[in-house]
């Protein structure tokens, strides 16, 4: 066999086993499980502790889930984003990785993959959780139909979308006390700031800015603006980019 046969199946290397790597760490590590737990349980309690409002012909149980999400849910998941990968720097366990894949670009795409895909799963989970248990509750049950399932998926795309957010936060801070930090700002500070400062000067371009930071965005994807989509997309992908770039210009 010539050296160029040999060398032929890395130059064909593909992400399918760097993916199958990351599937098996996010599922091996307690963590995970901890989060997906806690976004489970805080959905499970706004949905069986929400009130009424007063108005049979309203539908509550898609709203009560929404909110959830947008006041609990997505910093679980998001924080399960950022562990995804400060986890490894913590433990040094990453070199172990870069080892096994010398690509370091093919290591972000694969946890991108992996942590989007399983969050995406958690979250449309806890979600459609959240509406189910809101849905008995409020006697809605039995109107729960398509419309509803779309919610639900808006919710878990956001969840995913957010997650690999956190990601590339985590693996350009490299702590994940830092990277939540941000995220945090970002999701809850920063429209705040850019809301207030359009109205206190009168630049109504802050506005619609702020329309575009990540919570709001994904406010109006769970309201069924599936464009809003692709602003999300714009975060999160920006957010693994840098990060890969951040994984190939420094040292472990």
Request: charged share 10%.
């Amino acid at each position: 066999m010539s050296a160029a046969s040999t060398r032929r199946p890395l130059r064909g290397a593909t992400t399918g086993p760097a993916v199958l790597a990351e599937l098996h760490k996010l599922a091996t590590v307690r963590s995970t499980w901890w989060f997906t737990g806690g976004a489970a349980a805080a959905m499970l309690a706004i949905a069986l502790l929400a009130s009424d409002d007063g108005d049979p012909a309203t539908a509550l149980a898609v709203p009560i889930a929404t909110q959830a999400v947008s006041n609990f849910v997505q910093f679980i998941l998001g924080a399960l984003g950022i562990v995804g990968v400060t986890g490894e720097f913590a433990s040094r366990s990453i070199t172990v990785t870069f080892a096994c894949t010398p690509s370091r670009t093919r290591v972000m795409v694969a946890k991108a993959l992996v942590v989007g895909g399983a969050v995406f799963a958690a979250g449309f989970a806890v979600a459609a959780l959240g509406v189910g248990v809101a849905a008995v509750r409020f006697d809605e049950a039995a109107g729960i139909g398509a419309a509803e399932a779309a919610d639900v998926a808006a919710m878990g795309l956001y969840l995913a979308l957010l997650a690999m957010l956190g990601l590339g936060l985590g693996t350009l801070v490299r702590r994940t006390a830092g990277a939540l930090a941000i995220l945090v700002v970002l999701l809850v500070m920063v429209p705040e700031l850019l809301g207030f400062a359009a109205r206190k000067f009168g630049l109504a371009w802050l506005e619609t800015a702020a329309d575009y930071t990540p919570a709001p965005a994904g406010w109006q994807l769970m309201s069924g603006r599936w464009e809003y989509a692709l602003v999300l997309l714009a975060w999160g992908g920006g957010a693994v980019a840098a990060g890969a770039w951040a994984l190939k210009v420094r040292d472990v």
